[in-house]
């Protein structure tokens, strides 16, 4: 398997053209493109406001005080 970083400026149309080594022999292979938002720094979401997001979303734990939990098991390490 071959793995490969390429940076390229994607124009209106979206088409890019992709020129493989010659290490790459003809012949049916599977290609994973994988396209990172970089320069959308807007629609990026960091864990932390992933996590907030799930806020009060269980139920289970809607009568759990949280700080006074974590203070219990800083407790039991003492």
């Not at 990026?44 to 806020?55: D, P």
């Amino acid at each position: 398997m071959l793995t490969m970083r390429i940076q390229c400026n994607v124009p209106h149309d979206r088409t890019i053209t992709l020129k493989l080594p010659d290490q790459v022999q003809p012949g049916q292979h599977e290609l994973v493109l994988v396209v990172d938002k970089t320069g959308h720094e807007e629609d990026i979401v960091t864990n932390a406001e992933k996590l907030m997001q799930l806020s009060g979303a269980v139920p289970a734990f809607s009568g759990v005080d949280g700080v006074k939990y974590q203070r219990s098991l800083r407790d039991e390490w003492s």
